[in-house]
Each structure stands twice: as C-alpha cells, then as structure tokens.
C-alpha cells in the first residue's frame, strides 16, 4: 500500500525544468494527479532482443467480445458431429445403456 510502485512506460506531455517535475500522460488515471517529480520517475529502457532473446514479452491474448463469443459459440454447437460406437470396446467400470 505504501512501497513505490512503477507502471508501465508513460509518455511526458509537459516539463517544468524550474521544479524539477514532469506532467505524464496517465490513461485511465482520473484519481491521480498526473504531475511527478523527476527522482519519483525511472527512465524507460526497450529491450534489446539480440542482447536478451528470452526477454521479450508475450504477446497478448486475443480479446473476444460477447458478439463473436456468440458467433463461435453457435458455429460450434450448429456443427454436427458423426458419433459412431465400436461394439468391441471394452469398458472398465459401469455399463453404457
């Protein structure tokens, strides 16, 4: 609750090099005073995949939303299936009706 916490990379939209602060660009913040003086903010450092291979980030999940969530929902419940029983399959427990 109270340890510093480093977010993702932000971008600075305003310097004030009398103060030493910088104004960043805070989406989805509306809570938070988007001013921060500079020994609160760490520099930015891409990774550099030729140096660091196992480094790089995962690429993000695909997003569904409830309109193609329906649509592959229906496409795969509309799709029939052959089902075909092996008479000379032996089951271990209860019996199938």
């Given at each position: 609750?109270?340890?510093?916490?480093?977010?993702?990379?932000?971008?600075?939209?305003d310097t004030h090099?009398?103060?030493?602060?910088?104004?960043?660009?805070?989406?989805?913040?509306?809570?938070?005073?988007?001013?921060?003086?500079?020994?609160?903010?760490?520099?930015?450092?891409?990774?550099?995949?030729?140096?660091?291979?196992?480094?790089?980030?995962?690429?993000?999940?695909?997003?569904?939303?409830?309109?193609?969530?329906?649509?592959?929902?229906?496409?795969?419940?509309?799709?029939?299936?052959?089902?075909?029983?092996?008479?000379?399959?032996?089951?271990?427990?209860?019996?199938?009706?």
């Amino acid at each position: 609750k109270f340890f510093p916490r480093y977010d993702s990379p932000y971008t600075v939209i305003d310097t004030h090099p009398e103060t030493s602060n910088y104004t960043l660009e805070l989406p989805n913040s509306p809570n938070t005073f988007p001013t921060f003086h500079s020994s609160e903010l760490k520099p930015h450092f891409t990774n550099d995949c030729s140096l660091f291979p196992l480094h790089k980030m995962a690429e993000p999940q695909p997003v569904f939303t409830n309109q193609v969530f329906k649509s592959i929902l229906f496409k795969t419940l509309s799709t029939p299936v052959d089902v075909t029983m092996d008479t000379n399959t032996s089951y271990n427990g209860l019996a199938m009706d």
